[in-house]
C-alpha cells in the first residue's frame, strides 16, 4: 500500500516485487528475528506479532510494528494479512523512560517517592543501602520511619511548604535498620504529573563533611586556645 511506501520509504512497486528487498532495510539480527518469527506462524498458523528497526533509505532508524494473521492458501502457500505500525515515537519514550528509571536507580544519592500521606512509593538502590532496609520492607513505608526528626505532622507541614515553595532542604539524622544513626542532607522537590502529586526526595548521607567540619572547629579552638597563652605569657 502507499502507506508501506511511506513507513519503510521505498517505492511500492519494490515492496510487491519481493520481500527480500523489505528485509535488506534490517540489520542482521533483526531480519532473522523477522524469518524465525514468521516461519512459526506459518508451521502453527498462529498470529505473526513483531516489533523491530530498520533503516531508512534516507538514513536513520525507525520501528515497525507487524500483525498479520496468516492463511493457507489451496496450492500450499501461505498468504499474511495484516498492517505495518510505525511505532518509533512510542519506543523512543520507551527508551527515555527505561533510560530515566536506570538513572534514578543507580544514582549515588539516596532518592525516594513520596506521597501525601508521607508513604514510600520508589526508592533506590542507595536508599537500601543507606538504610540498610531491603526495598520491599521501604515501599509503602513511612518516611518517619528512618527520619528520626520527622512525625506525621511535621511532615504534613514540609508537604505544605515544598508545594508552596517547589523545593526544601534541610538535615536530619537518618536511622538505619542496625539502630545506627547518619546524619543526611535531605532536598525536596515537589513534581505534579497529570493530577499526581508527589514530593522526590534525594537523601544525602553527610557524615564525612560532618567530621571535616568537627575537625574544623576543633582545629580552630586548639589555635585560640594556644594564642590566648601565647597572650597571657
Known sequence: SEGAGQ?????????AATAQRLLWLFPYDQAGAIRRALEQSARDLAPWQ????????????????????????????????GIAMDITLAKEAEHRLRFTQYAVDHMRDAVAFLTADGDRIYVNDEKCRLTGYERAELVGSKIWTTLSSLTPARYQELWALVKQRGTHL??????????????????????DF??????????????????AEQALRESEERLRLALDAGTMG
Not at 513507513?7 to 515492496?15: H, I, K, N, R, Y
Open 7 to 15: 513507513l519503510f520509504g521505498l517505492p511500492v512497486a519494490e515492496l
Open 50 to 81: 513483531l516489533d523491530a528497526f530498520f533503516q531508512p533509505p534516507g538514513g536513520g532508524r525507525r520501528w515497525v510494528r507487524f500483525n498479520a494473521i496468516p492463511e493457507a492458501l489451496p496450492e500450499g502457500a501461505i498468504l499474511w494479512d
Open 170 to 191: 534541610f538535615e536530619t539524622a537518618l536511622l538505619n535498620k542496625s539502630g545506627h544513626t547518619v546524619p543526611v542532607e535531605v532536598g525536596l522537590s515537589h513534581i
Open 194 to 211: 497529570s493530577g499526581r502529586e508527589i514530593v522526590f526526595a534525594i537523601v544525602r548521607d553527610i557524615t564525612a563533611r560532618k567530621a
